[in-house]
């Protein structure tokens, strides 16, 4: 199968950016949504920030009640504190994120070399259902309209907030479309039998798992007749927790979806499934073993490691340029191809 | 504050209803919806049931591929079992429930004596979305329909699914509305600037926790803005979760919402929250003490002890009668005060 890695990964590294204010120092570029405008690729990454830290205190930005961000730190020695994740950490009994992530824009005339355009900002956490910042955001056109969905952290979950816009500066709030805890959602292109669908996953703490579903919508505001699509699989590279990349790709054969699927290990890979074009709640195939699996060093290791995680692609006839993070640190990119990926099913 | 338990307490035990097959057995009766039909009350209550248990092998139903009920037997020593709940055991990495749940009718003249009509079935499980059963039903009445919000229960999870009926004879489905893992979801009995509202409660395995939610709807069918209006509170009786009883009640302060907190040791109290008539995600007013705790020695031991639920009522003035379920096991009832709850806030 053709799965051709940019030599020049990765593409982004953390140094390619200027933190939001000079209080911040970037940790990590991650899992961008991608799109074409005027003419030219754009990724809308996820920068994740923190303040310098220093010896004996753990430091970390949310927002406060007046939406204004302000820096907690956190002895490293507290008995209370449990800082074994390096993404979240618990002190006295409540969930942190040691980063706070906003989504910014940079663009590019090939595909290979990115910056930013002043113009362009992108999004920073708005408000409180935001305090811990948004991240993970799929980008889907349709018409001439883009439709963003991200996850939006607070002390009161992660949930999956919309935002629409046409011109990249004015975005319409579409309020949280999905309850906690939910992330990774994915918008179908075009309606099918006159709904807007698309895919989540919500999160169970007991009974059920870490499975995509499928909803629909009238208004893209409202969502309703959920209904699961597919589930983790014991034993294999997905067994732990699967979730949908971006927008499925129309095929002749049905839609074809990239998602990521990760095992116990938090080893993330890629695989795909083909759902029918009619009933996209009906699974056709599905990859047996992973289609990229982390390999690479800045695949490897990082923020947190051995992980591949795709949000984002262009796709040009038979050909996907798919972006993608890789161990939570660096923003790569490969081509793949779609007859390729489906012979492989 | 007037809370007066009925002296008939408890009104129904699993001795008074029929299984729904021979062979079943009647392990608990649970958490009854309550509305008013044709001149008299009624009851949608849970009943959980399973196959006789023998010796040396725990045995619990559930729907098949084919939507019928089959019975399985795990042997009760198999070091592969996790049997600590009585609720939901573990076998080989799969969760399962003890008992499968379906809803009964009955009804009643006085509001204290209640038997079935045979003219009215209820519901039971009816597709895959419902395999593990249906459970804790709150019924909401808008002019001449009723509508039914309850736990849609599977291995793909815990959701909420909506049922309409007119008649109590045919039902439309209107889906899983809300996907997992959620629960208590309550429909306020009017609309709100022009908008269904329901108070949801999903669950979070990380940031977030088991909080009250609310969202709105132009269709019932699907749900968007979703916000989170209360949270549990440390050091509290409703320290580790919350859930919304039935619609709440409206009054001249605000809307009224009889909802239930548990502590870590999983006592299941009763309180009340007072939230803006018009814009009811701003709580107004919240009991710091329950308004009810489990006392009876019904309340305190059976299936699983030191619960009161409810989630279904009949007002009449300033009257309530509340109905709840015991301990898991049995349904009582108490009357209720709309006036003493408001000055107790």
């Not at 996820?46 to 961000?69: C, M, T, W, Y």
């Not at 730190?73 to 994120?97: Q, T």
């Not at 595909?111 to 002043?118: A, T, V």
């Not at 009906?282 to 490897?300: G, H, N």
Request: include cysteine; hydrophobic fraction near 35%; charged fraction near 25%.
């Amino acid at each position: 199968m053709r799965i051709e890695r940019f030599i020049s990964n990765p593409v982004l590294t953390p140094e390619d950016i200027r933190p939001s204010t000079p209080l911040m120092q970037i940790e990590c570029l991650l899992n961008p949504g991608v799109f074409r405008f005027r003419g030219k690729t754009w990724l809308l990454i996820r920068v994740a920030e923190r303040p310098e830290q220093k010896v004996g205190a753990i430091s970390f930005p949310i927002l406060d009640h007046n939406n204004d961000i302000k820096v907690f730190h956190i002895p490293s020695d507290s008995p209370e504190l449990d800082a074994s994740d390096p993404r979240v950490i618990n002190y006295k009994g409540c969930d942190y994120l040691t980063t706070m992530s906003h989504l910014r824009l940079v663009c590019s005339e090939d595909g290979i070399h990115f910056h930013e355009d002043q113009r362009y900002a992108g999004l920073v956490p708005s408000d409180q259902h935001e305090s811990y910042g948004i991240e993970d955001c799929r980008v889907c056109q349709i018409d001439n309209r883009y439709y963003l969905t991200y996850t939006a952290v607070s002390p009161d979950g992660v949930a999956v907030r919309m935002r629409e816009t046409e011109d990249w500066i004015h975005f319409e709030d579409y309020g949280i479309i999905l309850p906690p805890h939910n992330k990774d959602c994915a918008l179908f292109t075009e309606k099918i039998n006159d709904r807007y669908m698309l895919l989540h996953r919500p999160s169970s703490p007991e009974i059920g798992g870490n499975y995509i579903w499928l909803a629909e919508s009238t208004d893209l505001i409202h969502w309703g007749r959920h209904s699961c699509v597919a589930k983790t699989r014991p034993g294999m590279w997905d067994s732990a927790r699967i979730g949908a990349g971006c927008s499925p790709i129309r095929t002749g054969k049905g839609w074809l979806e990239i998602y990521h699927g990760a095992d116990e290990n938090n080893r993330y890979c890629l695989g795909a499934m083909l759902l029918d074009l009619k009933n996209p709640s009906k699974v056709l195939a599905r990859s047996i073993a992973p289609l990229m699996v982390p390999s690479e060093p800045y695949e490897m290791a990082g923020f947190f490691g051995n992980v591949i995680f795709t949000n984002g692609h262009i796709v040009d006839g038979d050909d996907i340029t798919m972006y993608y993070g890789a161990s939570d640190s660096v923003i790569c990119a490969a081509k793949l191809s779609v007859e390729d990926i489906l012979s492989s099913l």
